[in-house]
Antibody
Framework: EVQLVESGGAVVQPGGALRLSCAAS????????MHWVRQAPGKGLEWVSL????????FYADYVKGRFTISRDNRKNSLYLQMHSLRADDTALYYC??????????WGQGTLVTVSS | DVVVTQSPLSLPVTLGQPASISCRSS???????????LNWYQQRPGQSPRLLIY???NRESGVPDRFSGSGSGTEFTLKISRVEAEDVGIYYC????????????FGQGTKLEIK
Protein backbone atom coordinates (compact mmCIF):
# COMPACT_ATOMS: atom_id res chain seq x y z
CA GLU A 1 0.00 0.00 0.00
CA VAL A 2 1.29 3.44 -0.94
CA GLN A 3 1.94 5.59 2.11
CA LEU A 4 3.14 9.18 2.35
CA VAL A 5 3.79 10.48 5.84
CA GLU A 6 4.63 14.15 6.27
CA SER A 7 6.33 15.63 9.30
CA GLY A 8 8.04 18.81 10.44
CA GLY A 9 5.11 21.17 10.62
CA ALA A 10 5.22 23.68 13.46
CA VAL A 11 4.39 27.18 14.60
CA VAL A 12 7.05 29.57 13.33
CA GLN A 13 7.45 33.34 13.45
CA PRO A 14 7.22 35.48 10.32
CA GLY A 15 10.58 35.51 8.58
CA GLY A 16 11.49 32.15 10.04
CA ALA A 17 12.44 28.87 8.42
CA LEU A 18 11.19 25.30 8.55
CA ARG A 19 11.99 22.00 6.88
CA LEU A 20 9.24 19.56 6.03
CA SER A 21 9.85 15.88 5.39
CA CYS A 22 7.83 13.15 3.72
CA ALA A 23 8.53 9.45 4.18
CA ALA A 24 7.34 7.34 1.26
CA SER A 25 6.66 3.62 1.21
CA UNK A 26 4.76 1.01 -0.75
CA UNK A 27 6.10 2.00 -4.15
CA UNK A 28 9.38 2.44 -6.00
CA UNK A 29 10.08 5.99 -4.87
CA UNK A 30 12.87 6.76 -7.32
CA UNK A 31 10.59 6.11 -10.30
CA UNK A 32 8.18 8.96 -9.54
CA UNK A 33 8.18 12.72 -9.55
CA MET A 34 6.84 14.17 -6.31
CA HIS A 35 4.91 17.27 -5.33
CA TRP A 36 4.17 19.53 -2.42
CA VAL A 37 0.66 20.97 -2.39
CA ARG A 38 -0.77 23.16 0.34
CA GLN A 39 -4.17 24.09 1.68
CA ALA A 40 -4.72 27.14 3.87
CA PRO A 41 -7.32 26.68 6.62
CA GLY A 42 -10.78 26.59 5.05
CA LYS A 43 -9.37 27.30 1.60
CA GLY A 44 -8.70 25.42 -1.63
CA LEU A 45 -5.74 23.44 -2.90
CA GLU A 46 -2.64 25.29 -4.06
CA TRP A 47 0.22 23.62 -5.91
CA VAL A 48 3.62 24.50 -4.45
CA SER A 49 6.45 22.54 -6.02
CA LEU A 50 7.50 19.52 -8.09
CA UNK A 51 10.71 17.53 -8.28
CA UNK A 52 11.51 14.98 -10.98
CA UNK A 53 12.25 11.37 -10.14
CA UNK A 54 16.00 11.90 -10.17
CA UNK A 55 15.98 15.29 -8.47
CA UNK A 56 17.58 16.93 -11.47
CA UNK A 57 14.71 19.30 -12.18
CA UNK A 58 12.60 21.31 -9.78
CA PHE A 59 9.66 23.65 -10.34
CA TYR A 60 7.97 26.17 -8.08
CA ALA A 61 4.86 28.27 -7.92
CA ASP A 62 5.62 31.97 -8.22
CA TYR A 63 4.47 32.66 -4.67
CA VAL A 64 7.21 30.44 -3.17
CA LYS A 65 9.96 30.82 -5.75
CA GLY A 66 13.21 31.93 -4.15
CA ARG A 67 11.99 31.10 -0.64
CA PHE A 68 11.24 27.36 -0.80
CA THR A 69 13.51 24.52 -1.97
CA ILE A 70 12.29 21.03 -2.79
CA SER A 71 14.68 18.10 -2.61
CA ARG A 72 14.67 14.34 -2.28
CA ASP A 73 16.86 11.50 -1.07
CA ASN A 74 16.04 8.39 -3.07
CA ARG A 75 18.24 6.24 -0.82
CA LYS A 76 15.99 7.17 2.10
CA ASN A 77 12.69 7.25 0.15
CA SER A 78 12.21 10.78 1.40
CA LEU A 79 11.00 14.11 0.07
CA TYR A 80 11.78 17.48 1.65
CA LEU A 81 10.65 21.08 1.51
CA GLN A 82 12.98 23.71 2.96
CA MET A 83 11.07 26.91 3.62
CA HIS A 84 12.65 30.30 4.35
CA SER A 85 11.31 33.82 4.85
CA LEU A 86 7.97 32.44 5.92
CA ARG A 87 4.97 34.74 5.79
CA ALA A 88 1.53 34.61 7.38
CA ASP A 89 0.01 33.58 4.06
CA ASP A 90 2.22 30.47 4.01
CA THR A 91 0.09 29.12 6.86
CA ALA A 92 -1.39 25.90 5.54
CA LEU A 93 -1.57 22.14 5.66
CA TYR A 94 1.27 20.93 3.44
CA TYR A 95 0.68 17.70 1.53
CA CYS A 96 3.33 15.48 0.03
CA UNK A 97 1.97 13.87 -3.13
CA UNK A 98 2.94 11.35 -5.77
CA UNK A 99 2.84 12.25 -9.44
CA UNK A 100 1.44 10.07 -12.18
CA UNK A 101 1.17 11.16 -15.79
CA UNK A 102 0.43 14.81 -15.00
CA UNK A 103 -2.01 14.05 -12.26
CA UNK A 104 -1.48 13.87 -8.51
CA UNK A 105 -2.26 10.27 -7.75
CA UNK A 106 -1.73 9.88 -4.02
CA TRP A 107 -1.66 12.37 -1.15
CA GLY A 108 -0.36 12.15 2.38
CA GLN A 109 -2.32 13.33 5.41
CA GLY A 110 -0.48 16.63 5.54
CA THR A 111 1.59 18.53 8.11
CA LEU A 112 0.44 21.88 9.47
CA VAL A 113 2.61 24.97 9.18
CA THR A 114 1.46 28.02 11.12
CA VAL A 115 3.28 31.31 10.64
CA SER A 116 2.43 33.63 13.49
CA SER A 117 4.09 35.91 15.98
CA ASP B 1 -0.45 31.01 -16.49
CA VAL B 2 -3.51 28.84 -16.93
CA VAL B 3 -6.49 29.89 -14.82
CA VAL B 4 -9.04 27.21 -14.02
CA THR B 5 -12.53 28.28 -12.98
CA GLN B 6 -15.19 26.04 -11.47
CA SER B 7 -18.93 26.52 -11.16
CA PRO B 8 -20.98 26.41 -9.15
CA LEU B 9 -18.99 26.93 -5.96
CA SER B 10 -21.81 25.49 -3.87
CA LEU B 11 -24.00 22.60 -4.98
CA PRO B 12 -26.89 21.42 -2.81
CA VAL B 13 -28.25 18.13 -4.15
CA THR B 14 -31.02 15.78 -3.09
CA LEU B 15 -29.95 12.20 -2.41
CA GLY B 16 -30.39 10.06 -5.49
CA GLN B 17 -30.43 13.03 -7.85
CA PRO B 18 -27.72 13.86 -10.40
CA ALA B 19 -25.09 16.54 -9.95
CA SER B 20 -22.87 18.36 -12.40
CA ILE B 21 -19.79 20.55 -11.90
CA SER B 22 -18.23 22.68 -14.61
CA CYS B 23 -14.54 23.49 -15.02
CA ARG B 24 -13.28 26.03 -17.54
CA SER B 25 -9.67 26.84 -18.36
CA SER B 26 -8.24 30.07 -19.74
CA UNK B 27 -6.30 28.12 -22.37
CA UNK B 28 -6.84 24.88 -24.21
CA UNK B 29 -5.69 21.91 -22.16
CA UNK B 30 -4.98 19.81 -25.24
CA UNK B 31 -1.31 18.91 -25.05
CA UNK B 32 0.91 18.42 -28.05
CA UNK B 33 1.04 14.70 -27.29
CA UNK B 34 -2.69 14.45 -27.96
CA UNK B 35 -3.73 14.09 -24.33
CA UNK B 36 -5.77 16.53 -22.28
CA UNK B 37 -4.52 16.60 -18.71
CA LEU B 38 -7.61 17.62 -16.79
CA ASN B 39 -8.15 15.77 -13.53
CA TRP B 40 -10.87 15.76 -10.88
CA TYR B 41 -10.38 15.30 -7.15
CA GLN B 42 -12.73 14.69 -4.25
CA GLN B 43 -11.95 15.91 -0.75
CA ARG B 44 -14.28 14.56 1.90
CA PRO B 45 -14.51 16.47 5.19
CA GLY B 46 -11.36 16.01 7.23
CA GLN B 47 -9.64 13.91 4.58
CA SER B 48 -6.91 14.34 2.01
CA PRO B 49 -7.89 14.77 -1.63
CA ARG B 50 -8.49 11.66 -3.72
CA LEU B 51 -8.08 11.35 -7.49
CA LEU B 52 -11.40 10.54 -9.15
CA ILE B 53 -10.91 11.19 -12.86
CA TYR B 54 -7.73 11.67 -14.90
CA UNK B 55 -7.26 12.86 -18.46
CA UNK B 56 -10.82 14.18 -18.68
CA UNK B 57 -12.77 10.94 -18.55
CA ASN B 58 -10.75 8.08 -17.08
CA ARG B 59 -12.02 6.84 -13.74
CA GLU B 60 -9.33 6.01 -11.22
CA SER B 61 -9.32 2.49 -9.83
CA GLY B 62 -11.93 2.04 -7.11
CA VAL B 63 -14.00 5.07 -8.08
CA PRO B 64 -17.71 4.23 -8.40
CA ASP B 65 -19.10 4.33 -11.92
CA ARG B 66 -21.65 6.95 -10.95
CA PHE B 67 -18.78 9.43 -11.41
CA SER B 68 -17.98 10.44 -14.98
CA GLY B 69 -15.95 13.14 -16.67
CA SER B 70 -16.26 14.72 -20.07
CA GLY B 71 -15.18 17.70 -22.09
CA SER B 72 -12.45 18.99 -24.33
CA GLY B 73 -10.35 22.06 -25.02
CA THR B 74 -11.34 24.54 -22.34
CA GLU B 75 -14.61 23.18 -21.00
CA PHE B 76 -15.02 20.13 -18.80
CA THR B 77 -17.68 18.55 -16.64
CA LEU B 78 -17.79 16.16 -13.72
CA LYS B 79 -21.11 14.34 -13.34
CA ILE B 80 -22.47 12.23 -10.54
CA SER B 81 -25.39 10.19 -11.83
CA ARG B 82 -27.05 9.63 -8.43
CA VAL B 83 -25.65 11.42 -5.42
CA GLU B 84 -25.05 9.36 -2.30
CA ALA B 85 -24.38 10.58 1.23
CA GLU B 86 -20.69 9.63 0.96
CA ASP B 87 -20.27 12.05 -1.96
CA VAL B 88 -20.44 15.07 0.36
CA GLY B 89 -17.25 17.09 0.11
CA ILE B 90 -15.37 19.51 -2.08
CA TYR B 91 -14.55 18.72 -5.69
CA TYR B 92 -11.60 20.24 -7.50
CA CYS B 93 -10.50 20.18 -11.09
CA UNK B 94 -6.80 20.47 -11.81
CA UNK B 95 -4.91 21.00 -15.04
CA UNK B 96 -1.59 19.29 -15.69
CA UNK B 97 -1.15 20.25 -19.32
CA UNK B 98 0.97 23.38 -18.83
CA UNK B 99 4.09 21.50 -17.75
CA UNK B 100 6.93 22.49 -17.82
CA UNK B 101 7.35 24.96 -16.22
CA UNK B 102 5.52 22.62 -13.93
CA UNK B 103 2.80 24.78 -12.66
CA UNK B 104 -0.31 22.79 -12.03
CA UNK B 105 -3.41 24.81 -11.25
CA PHE B 106 -6.53 23.91 -9.33
CA GLY B 107 -10.02 25.27 -9.60
CA GLN B 108 -11.48 26.99 -6.56
CA GLY B 109 -13.44 23.92 -5.51
CA THR B 110 -17.14 23.08 -5.51
CA LYS B 111 -18.76 22.18 -2.22
CA LEU B 112 -21.35 19.46 -2.63
CA GLU B 113 -23.88 19.10 0.16
CA ILE B 114 -27.08 17.17 0.66
CA LYS B 115 -30.30 19.20 0.67
Amino acid sequence: EVQLVESGGAVVQPGGALRLSCAASGFTFDEYAMHWVRQAPGKGLEWVSLITWDGDSTFYADYVKGRFTISRDNRKNSLYLQMHSLRADDTALYYCAKERDRSILKWGQGTLVTVSS
Amino acid sequence: DVVVTQSPLSLPVTLGQPASISCRSSQSLLHGDGNTYLNWYQQRPGQSPRLLIYKVSNRESGVPDRFSGSGSGTEFTLKISRVEAEDVGIYYCMQGTQWPPGMYTFGQGTKLEIK
